[in-house]
């Protein structure tokens, strides 16, 4: 081996690491996506925050927080999750989505006592042979 390759071996090592840990970071982040997209669908069809929560946490990366609110007609999920190659770094991803409440019966179409309910689970310590 010569001294170049001696080199650019600990180079390339660390830039396909690198390459690794952005993956990561993107399927993290598209989990996230579709974690929140689910819950504001299910949100919005009037579903109970408990079940939103439920079905958020099976489709977000281990580990996620997820928060769901009404503010008037509208309602916001919200996931942050930390991925998995890089928990001991301050390093999060976040996703958010917004969805119109459907008509529930009402007359203007909001549900009658939900105006500005949060709820809101952490579930920071995975358990051995829980989840995908």
């Known amino acids: 081996m010569t001294a ?3 080199v650019v071996l600990p180079v390339l090592v660390a830039f396909t690491l690198a ?3 952005g993956l990561l970071v993107v399927a993290a982040q598209l989990q996230c996506v579709d974690a929140a997209r689910t819950g504001a669908r299910a949100a919005a ?3 109970p925050p408990e079940a939103v ?3 958020v946490r099976e489709a977000a990366p281990r580990g996620a927080s997820v928060t769901v609110s009404r503010e ?3 309602v916001r999920v919200v996931v942050v999750a930390q991925p998995a190659v890089l928990r001991g770094l ?3 991803v976040r996703e ?3 969805a119109v409440a459907e008509d529930a019966g009402t007359a203007d179409g909001a549900s ?3 105006e500005g309910v949060t709820v809101t689970e952490d579930a920071m310590v995975d358990e051995p042979g829980a989840g995908p």
């Open 4 to 6: 170049e390759s001696a």
């Open 53 to 55: 929560v439920a079905l």
């Open 45 to 47: 069809r009037q579903d």
């Open 19 to 21: 390459l690794v840990w």
């Open 72 to 74: 008037g007609d509208q």
């Open 112 to 114: 009658a006592g939900d």
């Open 90 to 92: 301050p390093f999060e």
């Open 96 to 98: 958010e989505a917004v």
